[in-house]
DNA sequence: TATTGTTATACTCTATAACTATA
DNA sequence: TATAGTTATAGAGTATAACAATA
């Protein structure tokens, strides 16, 4: 038997039972759930504040890291990094080394504002998995994990 | 412990371990993976397959039905099926017993495609599925639906 | 030539609201 | 007044590719 039933003869589909829609749909309501906090705070997208968590988990880095970290293609970072220098959240400097590359780095104010931000969203995060058993919390943390390894192989992000 | 055993005293976030971001992750990538299917295959996108799998499996329905069993907002059933009554897939009619609303209904050409189009559909969910135990599956499941519920309360959709 | 990063383009999605026709 | 549906708009996401500078 198929994940939720499904039997060979029920030749069409609901919606509601099938992965692909039901994860699309959740996702983007806890995605907005969560933006909406540094939306209306801080007036940040989420493409910036996922660059400021990720800088302030990590350090500095290049925007070719931050990409890697935080599943956006490179574009989207360029520009939500200029925001971010022009928020005075971020510094860009030359990468000595490498005159291709740039290293971001967190400002004072981006730190004061990650030290505001984080516990907020591990706040409603908290808030989303009290609907859930401890079993079930445990569970879709390995869930997650096997499906993006299961959709690695189709293309990056 | 919380779910993925921050502690207090960790005051930085890891996105990888957050769960709405690997949520948005992994649903975009499993989207794109769906859509690809019904875009390179037949040139629907997610809102027209949405519509043509729902009248599929519940009937002939107005737009507002379909908004509220596809999770979209009525603006985006409306564009999307006037595509599909481009491509000859449905046929739109008006309700004779209520002037302001439409019906909408599968034709045989939307049928066939149907009918081409779920078992694939079907086979790609089965194939991400072969990721994770068959207790995994049906712990997805339920965890999906008690996000959903939980969520709920945010708006709709 | 390949890589880092920026910029441009075009298309879709999202949210909102104005608008019409009917109830 | 309220509801069903259409249409318009603006902002954000997505994908692609052209481009400049450096390796």
Redesign the pocket.
Known sequence: MAYNGKSKNDNSLDLKTFLPFELAVVA?RVS?MVGRIFDERFGL???EWRILVALDHHGPM????I?ANTS???????????RLADLDLVD?VD?P???????LKLKSKGQKICKEIVPEAIEREGWLLEALTAAEQVALQSILAKLHDRTEEIDE?
């Open positions: 983007n907005r997208q989420i493409p290049a925007p070719n890291d990409s956006m293609d490179k574009a989207r970072v360029s520009r939500a990094q200029k860009i990468d080394e490498d005159g291709r590359r740039k290293v992000n």
